[in-house]
C-alpha cells in the first residue's frame, strides 16, 4: 500500500506541475479595480539607416509638384511592396536621395523634423510661400518580426503610425500555449545600437512600459515555458494522458523484471 501511495503522490506532484496554469496565459493582468493605466510618454522615433520613408508634397497648383513624387501617377491602392519601391530608404550615410532636391542628410531626425526640412528647402530653392506647399512625411509601414513560440512567425508591416506589442502579437495569431508570455524578448535598434529589453505582457504595468509601442525593425522573440523542453503535456489532459503511459511502461518492465 505504501508504494502506490507513493506512485500516486509522485503522479499528483507531475500532473500539478506540467500543467501550464492560467496566470501564466492571460494577458495585462493587475488589479481588477484599476480603472486607468498612465502610459509612458512615448518618445518621437528617429529615423535609421535602412528605413523606408514615404514623402508627399502637395500644392495649389498640382503640376508644379509633380516632379518631387515619384510616385504621383501610382493609383490610390498602397501596399508594402509598392511604398519599399516608390518609398526613400536611408542609405548607408543616413542620407535619401528626392528628385531636385538631390541627397538629404535625415539620420537621427524625427518625422515632424524631416516634414520642416523638405518644406524649408522647397521655399528657399524653388517656391515662395504663395505656393502654398504641404509636406507629408511618413515611415513607410511599420515592419516588425515576430519568431519564436508564436502561431504565424515572420516579418509583419502594418500600415499605421503606432503599433502596441499586443496588436503585433495579435497580428500573428497569438502567442502559443508553449510560449513564456512572462518573459518576451524585444531587441530593439537605436542609433547608438542594438538593445536587448524583457518585458512580462501578463502583467498590467505593460502599458508603462516604453516598449509597450512597437518601432520599425523591432524583432519579437517568443521564448519556450520550461513544460516544453520537459516533453510533458501542457494541459492537464495532455499530462495526464503522458504520465499514465510512463508509469504503465514503468510498471509493465518492473513485473516482467519481477518474473
Known amino acids: 500500500m505504501n508504494k502506490i501511495y507513493s506512485f500516486l503522490c509522485i503522479f499528483l506532484m507531475l500532473l500539478v506541475t506540467s500543467c501550464v496554469p492560467k496566470k501564466d496565459i492571460v494577458y495585462l493582468q493587475g488589479d481588477k479595480n484599476t480603472a486607468t493605466v498612465e502610459q509612458v510618454v512615448q518618445k518621437p522615433y528617429r529615423i535609421q539607416i535602412n528605413d523606408v520613408v514615404s514623402i508627399k508634397i502637395k500644392a495649389l497648383d498640382s ?27 536611408v542609405d548607408d550615410h543616413g542620407n535619401i536621395r528626392i528628385p531636385v532636391l538631390g541627397e538629404m542628410p535625415v539620420i537621427g531626425l524625427t518625422l515632424d523634423e524631416l516634414r520642416q526640412k523638405v518644406e524649408k528647402q522647397l521655399l528657399a530653392d524653388y517656391f515662395h510661400k504663395e505656393a502654398d506647399i504641404f509636406v507629408i512625411a ?27 506589442l499586443l496588436e503585433a502579437i495579435a497580428n500573428s495569431g497569438d502567442i502559443l500555449i508553449t510560449g513564456d508570455r512572462k518573459d518576451v524578448m524585444i531587441i530593439r535598434q537605436f542609433p547608438h545600437g542594438t538593445e536587448i529589453h524583457n518585458v512580462d505582457v501578463t502583467n498590467i504595468d505593460l502599458m508603462k512600459s516604453p516598449y509597450y509601442y512597437v518601432q520599425p525593425n523591432d524583432y519579437i522573440y517568443i521564448k519556450p515555458i520550461k513544460q516544453k523542453s520537459w516533453g510533458v503535456g501542457i494541459t492537464g489532459l495532455q499530462s495526464f494522458t503522458t504520465i499514465v503511459s510512463v508509469l504503465s511502461l514503468v510498471l509493465t518492465t518492473f513485473l516482467l523484471i519481477k518474473k
Open 63 to 89: 503640376k508644379l509638384v509633380e516632379m518631387f513624387n515619384i510616385s504621383a501617377s501610382q493609383s490610390q491602392g498602397v501596399s508594402a511592396e509598392g511604398l519599399y519601391f516608390d518609398g526613400y530608404t
Open 138 to 164: 511618413k515611415l513607410a509601414g511599420l515592419r516588425y518580426t515576430v519568431n519564436g513560440e508564436i502561431r504565424s512567425p515572420g516579418t509583419k508591416t502594418l500600415m499605421q503610425d503606432k503599433v502596441t
